[in-house]
């Protein structure tokens, strides 16, 4: 992948608007979306050499509905709900496939709808090849992250999405041998050669086995937290082409395997968990499930991104930004932000992590002049982790969020953290200019 000496996305990320200067940055006119975008893929391509990593794609809108009155209206778009001015965004988030721990932002796509677009039945939206629909994002972004993956010398890729990516054309193009899917299934599609569809095939499966997880409560579902079981079913499918891609050229059937993970004896009128998984990856067995299963459920890391980077943390849509373009800047750089709190929660117990996956030498000369003054008197207020490894970094920059620092409370969380990387950097920066 090309370098980008230009623009070093950690080295602007660090002084999260401190400065004057870094606004002047997001408002130039001279920095491109896509050198951005390039330099947060440059960062996770360092880190995935000899690795089976997860690409977990997701969107989410960034709704600027509240700043309509006084942003600019050049690149004013509308989202979800065709009223709110916003944009989307849609990046792959990239985990170790053996530890699930945050490796970078593979890549990013960035759009709007314009604010008179026309509905799907005026554009005939269901015959309009996959590349004029707005989800040809979920086929870009695996190509995209490809590219930067197997340029970093990535051992094997599994790109995960949610329901909306169940796609054809996805699983007929993305696959080969280094490049897997994984995807929740959206549409009870018919099956070569089989009376029955996909749901009813995997029903009539035997059963694998079973396995228990726990359930946070969740009030909308009116569920209160329990233990699950789960009953586990698999089979190789061979998914018919829909008709109406027939004139497309795609292959009669693509070859996959299903899985099945069903609730049972659950509490009465509660709806069961009830995942159904599509993949590449062979599933023949058990423990084959159990592993894609947990992939899968690995997903939640990048709506832990997309918490970060709005309310939970850096709290992004509440800019004082005026133009759209600049506040899509800001939203990468912010991503970049969001994904180092994550490295931290994931990394804050693990003292073979090394702190420069997440702090460059400067930084962690810093945190160790800094040390001191978070450190309290007695043994337990001490840093307990080895200078050097993320667990140490990390308890510094929850110290400066205000965490308590004893090791019997509940670990710190990702608003701590951002509140801590905030009070860092601008320590940081205060450190960088007493040093010339």
Same mark, same amino acid.
């Given at each position: 992948?090309?370098?980008?000496?230009?623009?070093?996305?950690?080295?602007?990320?660090?002084?999260?608007?401190?400065?004057?200067?870094?606004?002047?940055?997001?408002?130039?006119?001279n920095?491109?979306?896509?050198?951005?975008?390039?330099?947060?893929?440059?960062?996770?391509?360092?880190?995935?050499a000899?690795?089976?990593?997860?690409a977990?794609?997701?969107?989410?809108?960034?709704?600027?509905?509240?700043?309509?009155?006084r942003?600019?209206?050049?690149?004013?778009?509308?989202?979800?709900?065709?009223?709110?001015?916003?944009?989307?965004?849609?990046?792959?988030?990239?985990?170790?496939?053996e530890?699930?721990?945050?490796?970078?932002?593979?890549?990013?796509?960035?759009?709007?709808?314009?604010?008179?677009?026309?509905?799907?039945?005026?554009?005939g939206?269901?015959?309009?090849?996959?590349?004029?629909?707005?989800?040809?994002?979920?086929?870009a972004?695996?190509?995209?992250?490809?590219?930067?993956?197997?340029?970093?010398?990535?051992?094997?890729?599994?790109?995960?999405?949610?329901?909306?990516?169940?796609?054809?054309?996805?699983?007929?193009?993305?696959?080969?041998?280094?490049?897997?899917?994984?995807?929740r299934?959206?549409?009870?599609?018919?099956?070569?050669?089989?009376?029955?569809?996909l749901?009813?095939?995997l029903?009539?499966?035997?059963?694998?086995?079973?396995?228990?997880?726990?359930?946070?409560?969740?009030p909308?579902?009116?569920?209160?937290?329990?233990?699950?079981? #789960?009953?586990?079913?698999? +089979? /190789?499918?061979?998914? &018919?082409r829909?008709?109406? $891609?027939?004139?497309?050229?795609?292959? !009669?059937?693509?070859?996959?395997?299903?899985?099945?993970?069903?609730?049972?004896?659950?509490?009465?009128?509660?709806?069961?968990?009830?995942?159904?998984?599509?993949?590449?990856?062979?599933?023949?067995c058990?423990?084959?499930?159990?592993?894609?299963?947990?992939?899968?459920?690995?997903?939640?890391?990048?709506?832990?991104?997309?918490a970060?980077?709005?309310?939970?943390g850096?709290?992004?849509?509440?800019?004082?930004?005026?133009?759209?373009?600049a506040?899509?800047?800001?939203?990468?750089?912010?991503?970049?932000?969001?994904?180092?709190? #994550?490295?931290?929660?994931? +990394? /804050?117990?693990?003292? &073979?992590?090394?702190?420069? $996956?997440?702090?460059?030498?400067?930084? !962690?000369?810093?945190?160790?002049?800094?040390?001191?003054?978070?450190?309290?008197?007695?043994?337990?207020l001490?840093?307990?982790?080895?200078?050097?490894?993320?667990?140490w970094?990390?308890?510094?920059?929850?110290?400066?969020?205000?965490?308590?620092?004893?090791?019997?409370?509940?670990?710190?969380?990702?608003?701590?953290?951002?509140?801590?990387?905030?009070?860092?950097?601008?320590?940081?920066?205060?450190?960088?200019?007493a040093?010339?």
């Amino acid at each position: 992948m090309q370098k980008h000496q230009s623009i070093n996305i950690r080295q602007i990320s660090r002084n999260w608007a401190e400065q004057m200067a870094y606004y002047r940055f997001l408002e130039n006119e001279n920095v491109t979306l896509s050198e951005l975008v390039s330099s947060i893929a440059d960062e996770c391509q360092l880190r995935v050499a000899e690795k089976h990593v997860l690409a977990i794609s997701d969107s989410s809108e960034i709704n600027l509905q509240s700043h309509v009155g006084r942003l600019s209206p050049f690149g004013l778009g509308v989202v979800g709900n065709n009223t709110d001015v916003g944009f989307y965004i849609h990046p792959t988030l990239v985990l170790d496939g053996e530890s699930r721990f945050p490796l970078g932002l593979s890549t990013l796509k960035l759009w709007s709808r314009e604010i008179d677009h026309a509905d799907k039945h005026e554009r005939g939206y269901k015959n309009l090849p996959i590349e004029e629909k707005e989800s040809y994002k979920w086929l870009a972004s695996a190509s995209e992250s490809h590219k930067c993956l197997s340029g970093g010398r990535a051992k094997m890729v599994t790109h995960i999405g949610d329901r909306e990516s169940d796609l054809f054309e996805a699983f007929a193009t993305v696959p080969n041998k280094k490049n897997h899917l994984l995807i929740r299934a959206c549409q009870d599609r018919r099956l070569l050669g089989q009376s029955l569809s996909l749901y009813g095939y995997l029903s009539q499966q035997p059963c694998e086995g079973t396995y228990i997880i726990n359930v946070p409560a969740d009030p909308r579902r009116n569920r209160m937290a329990s233990e699950a079981m #789960l009953i586990v079913r698999c +089979g /190789r499918v061979k998914i &018919q082409r829909p008709d109406k $891609l027939n004139v497309f050229g795609y292959p !009669q059937s693509v070859t996959l395997y299903a899985v099945e993970a069903q609730e049972i004896q659950l509490p009465a009128g509660q709806e069961p968990i009830h995942w159904r998984l599509l993949t590449t990856h062979e599933v023949v067995c058990l423990e084959q499930a159990l592993r894609v299963i947990q992939w899968y459920g690995w997903r939640w890391k990048i709506e832990q991104l997309f918490a970060t980077l709005k309310t939970a943390g850096l709290n992004l849509e509440a800019t004082q930004l005026e133009s759209v373009i600049a506040i899509q800047r800001l939203t990468i750089l912010a991503l970049s932000v969001a994904v180092r709190t #994550l490295q931290m929660v994931e +990394g /804050r117990d693990n003292t &073979q992590l090394s702190a420069a $996956l997440t702090f460059c030498e400067q930084q !962690q000369q810093c945190l160790g002049v800094i040390q001191s003054s978070v450190e309290g008197d007695t043994q337990k207020l001490q840093n307990p982790y080895p200078q050097g490894c993320l667990p140490w970094a990390t308890w510094i920059i929850a110290r400066l969020g205000g965490w308590s620092g004893y090791l019997s409370q509940r670990p710190p969380g990702m608003p701590t953290l951002v509140r801590g990387l905030r009070q860092f950097e601008s320590i940081f920066l205060g450190w960088k200019l007493a040093q010339g």
